[in-house]
């Protein structure tokens, strides 16, 4: 069984640039989240991605955008960077009909000058 | 937004000692989860208890839970240097979809 891998670990982009994540989900996890979380704070939710559908979304502006591939990897695409888009972006993997938790990754470091 | 509140915000204790940390959350919800965070890495998933349970156990680690309260907490008992690390609890909605929504943290030090 594997994990959940994310690429790159870390990442600088200037402002006004674009930047795409990459996740590869645990083997046998149909769902996909992905939270940003600043330095000294709790995960915040972007959005959810099941069966290549997105099927919720938090707080995050349109330039916020994802994708989730056949085989349940999954991309996150933010447009137009921000310095306060600074932070570390989380991808957590899960099954949707089993409440077990997520499987986090270790995370992209993303700091934007 | 949080949806979830952890108290204290951070703990400083002797290894062997036992640490306890409080969340309190604002809506219903299917399941309350906790998560360990070191060094501002992943999150690490700890125990999971749903809805209609009152109390879990996992190795050293007991939660309870209070849905008439919004409450649950965490016991980590005989802590050790390793279980140094942030942690977080998060609630699942009872929604049509598992949005799963973090607290703020607490910071826990042990000291060896």
């Known amino acids: 069984e594997t994990g959940v891998t994310q690429s790159p670990t870390h990442l600088i982009k200037t402002r006004g640039q674009q930047v795409t994540l990459r996740c590869s989900s645990q083997s046998g996890h149909n769902t996909v989240s992905w939270y940003q979380q600043a330095l000294g704070q709790g995960p915040q939710f972007i959005f959810q991605y099941y069966r290549e559908e997105e099927n919720g979304r938090g707080n995050f502006p349109p330039r916020f955008s994802g994708l989730q591939f056949p085989n349940y990897s999954s991309e996150l695409n933010v447009n137009a960077l921000e310095l306060d888009d600074s932070a570390l972006y989380l991808c957590?993997?899960?099954?949707?009909?089993?409440?077990?938790?997520?499987?986090f990754g270790s995370g992209t470091r993303l700091t934007v000058v | 937004s949080q949806q979830g509140e952890e108290d204290p915000q951070a703990l400083s204790i002797q290894e062997g000692e036992n640490a306890t940390m409080n969340c309190s959350y604002k809506?219903?919800?299917?399941?309350l989860q906790w998560y360990r965070q070191n060094s501002g890495r992943g999150l690490v998933h700890l125990i999971l208890?749903?809805?209609?349970?009152r109390e879990k156990h996992s190795g050293r680690l007991r939660v309870t839970l209070d849905t008439s309260k919004k409450s649950s907490s965490l016991l980590i008992t005989a802590s050790r240097a390793a279980d140094t690390a942030s942690y977080f609890c998060a609630t699942s909605n009872s929604g049509g979809y598992q949005k799963v929504t973090f607290g703020t943290g607490t910071k826990l030090q042990v000291i060896p």
């Open positions: 957590a993997s899960s099954t949707r009909e089993r409440s077990y938790g997520y499987t």
């Open positions: 208890i749903r809805s209609n349970e």
């Open positions: 809506t219903s919800i299917n399941n």
